[in-house]
């Protein structure tokens, strides 16, 4: 090759194809090893990487980079987004630095909405505020979700985030489960409509993965809904998914739609299936799901990343966290991730142990070869989206502008507002109009008090709202605490609290549903019902009015009881015969 001339790889004029090509020829197995791992790196409020060993959740990103030759990260936490872009673009720098100089990819879960789980979603912060994925089922427009998704693609670019964590388009069958509040609903049709309306929001103009998109990573195939007794696979008393009501396919739709709509990058979830013609192993292990399944039969050929923590037990927030695998939890950290690949897993989310592929390949137990058919599908994505070539770096002075302007903040809370779901409205409460007298428990005074004015005791009310949080059963460590578990019914002292409002005075509840409630006393005996997916309170307020028009339908169920809930088959949607609201109830307000 002439002085000075790039090597192919580097020279954009050559196809992509080419370029892979032939930085694959140059790459070390430690560098190939490095590639296969996708962990987290966390950004503290004031802008810094956190590398306290005990608080970051893994090594110091140098130490990855450079050391460990990974290039693959999850963003924790957040800052201003100026910040966020300068931790991008140092990133890039040390990548950049190294012998082959291959781009780091930053990946996130959600950060648009309300929810605030360290394990799975994060509040918008400085991002544009929006309902969750519940709230835009709950409005049932595909363009609107389009455009939602392309807000998230614009904003992430000018952070530097290229690959998201979501849409999660499992569909929540089994009411109790602790993810539902991340899904579309309970219907596979609506799902497959949305997510596919998703991907081509996040892949932009021209609806193919390019350099102005940001890639999916769709989950959790082949569907995480039907959970044993709704208990969650984070958590070994919920590692079994069963299906008793035979309805595997029907969980296994929308993610047929995701890869129609040409989603490249796809995560297992980390259950085991129980009682079907599948190995009951977890899906990051299991071959039968992974190779014959997505890649032979659904003709997927993206990238398979598992869920986080499949390999190597560690602590995270104080909570000790046995490796999550299940079935294969007698086996070595070695012969799991050998587990995994033979079973068609390309990168291993939440790990930093490169090592253990080195070990496998120069022990003969797993070929170059098949670690080199992963490696190009990492590869071929990072050329897809341009990070070899103008994509590498972002402007800190576009990030600031971009993330969080005027027009996302406002589109997002019109669709706050579309997404409120009004469940009952005896005797035409709603809207409200003039300035009642107003008891408000759960509401910020100085939002309440730009509608109505104030009391303190409800005999002095003409009317009351009460916004409070669906029912669950807190758990006892500090990570298991995010994940609301457990009976879907609020406790007898809670409920008599609630019922003796709704008795002494006219009263609207407002509940935030991130799963279904088994609420019939509240529903007969509340005046009105107003059903929240993600709403800041002056979103609520306008509904209640009638500054905004509601457009909401239930994304699921309401069950009458308990009963019908445990005794429900957790695969099979829409099974209460007798719900106190049925999928897709919403009445509307006539202003």
């Known amino acids: 090759m002439p002085a000075g001339t790039p090597a192919p790889y580097r020279d954009r004029e050559q196809p992509p194809r080419t370029r892979v090509e032939d930085l694959l020829s140059r790459m070390t197995l430690r560098e190939k090893a490095g590639l296969l791992f996708h962990t987290m790196v966390m950004i503290s409020p004031d802008g810094a990487w956190v590398s306290d060993k005990d608080q970051a959740p893994a090594a110091p990103p140098h130490t990855m980079?450079?050391?460990?030759?990974?290039?693959?990260?999850?963003?924790?936490?957040?800052?201003?987004?100026?910040?966020?872009?300068e931790r991008h673009n140092e990133l890039q720098s040390m990548a950049a630095d190294t012998r082959l100089g291959i781009p780091v990819t930053l990946s996130?879960?959600?950060?648009?909405?309300?929810?605030?789980n360290p394990g799975a979603a994060m509040m918008a912060g400085p991002f544009s505020q929006w309902p969750e994925s519940l709230g835009l089922a709950a409005v049932r427009d595909a363009d609107l979700v389009r455009r939602f998704a392309d807000t998230v693609r614009r904003e992430y670019l000018a952070v530097g985030l290229r690959v998201a964590l979501h849409p999660q388009i499992d569909l929540p069958t089994e009411p109790r489960w602790a993810r539902v509040g991340g899904t579309f609903g309970e219907d596979a049709d609506l799902t497959s409509r949305l997510v596919s309306a998703y991907i081509a929001g996040l892949h932009g103009p021209g609806g193919t993965l390019g350099k102005d998109s940001v890639a999916a990573m769709v989950k959790h195939f082949p569907g995480g809904g039907p959970q044993k007794d709704g208990e969650d696979p984070h958590f070994a008393y919920g590692r079994e998914q069963v299906y008793p009501g035979r309805r595997f396919d029907y969980h296994l739709a929308p993610f047929r739609a995701a890869i129609a709509a040409g989603a490249t990058q796809m995560m297992p979830y980390y259950g085991m299936p129980v009682?079907?013609?599948?190995?009951?192993?977890?899906?990051g292990f299991n071959k039968g799901i992974i190779s014959g399944l997505l890649r032979e039969q659904l003709g997927f050929d993206g990238i398979v990343c598992t869920d986080w923590g499949?390999?190597?037990?560690?602590?995270?927030?104080?909570?000790?966290?046995?490796?999550?695998?299940?079935?294969?939890?007698?086996?070595?950290?070695?012969?799991?991730?050998?587990?995994?690949?033979?079973?068609?897993?390309?990168?291993?989310?939440?790990?930093?142990?490169?090592?253990?592929?080195?070990?496998?390949?120069?022990s003969g137990s797993v070929t170059e070869d098949r670690i080199d058919a992963s490696v190009r599908r990492l590869l071929s994505e990072k050329f897809r989206l341009g990070l070899f070539d103008e994509r590498r770096y972002v402007d800190p002075d576009a990030a600031e502008e971009t993330v969080g302007a005027a027009g996302f903040r406002a589109e997002g809370a019109r669709a706050q507002r579309r997404a409120v779901t009004v469940l009952k409205n005896d005797g035409q409460l709603l809207p409200c109009s003039g300035r009642p007298r107003l008891y408000a428990e759960g509401?910020?005074?100085?939002?309440?008090?730009?509608?109505?004015?104030?009391?303190?005791?409800?005999a002095q009310a003409d009317l009351a709202v009460l916004r409070i949080d669906a029912p669950y059963e807190p758990r006892t460590g500090m990570f298991e605490q995010f994940f609301h578990a457990g009976r879907l019914e609020f406790a007898p002292d809670r409920l008599g609290e609630i019922l003796s409002l709704l008795d002494r005075v006219p009263t609207v509840v407002a509940i935030h549903l991130d799963r279904p409630a088994v609420i019939p006393e509240i529903a007969g005996r509340a005046r009105a019902l107003i059903g929240l997916f993600g709403a800041e309170d002056r979103a609520l307020l306008d509904v209640l009015f009638g500054r905004a028009r509601p457009e909401g339908r239930l994304p699921f169920q309401l069950p009458r009881s308990m009963e019908e809930v445990i005794a429900g088959r957790p695969d099979v949607p829409q099974e209460s015969s007798n719900p106190v609201f049925p999928f897709g109830h919403g009445l509307g307000i006539d202003g």
Request: aromatic share 8%; no cysteine; glycine share 8%.
């Open 443 to 458: 509401v910020l005074p100085q939002a309440a008090a730009e509608y109505a004015d104030l009391v303190d005791d409800p």
């Open 65 to 85: 980079i450079d050391a460990l030759a990974m290039n693959h990260f999850s963003v924790l936490g957040s800052a201003s987004p100026r910040q966020m872009a």
């Open 310 to 362: 499949l390999i190597s037990d560690t602590e995270f927030m104080g909570q000790s966290m046995p490796a999550r695998a299940w079935g294969a939890e007698h086996l070595s950290e070695a012969e799991r991730v050998h587990r995994a690949l033979e079973a068609g897993v390309d990168q291993f989310g939440g790990e930093h142990r490169p090592e253990l592929v080195v070990e496998l390949v120069q």
């Open 275 to 283: 009682g079907t013609q599948y190995e009951e192993i977890g899906f």
């Open 108 to 116: 996130t879960d959600p950060r648009h909405a309300f929810s605030d």
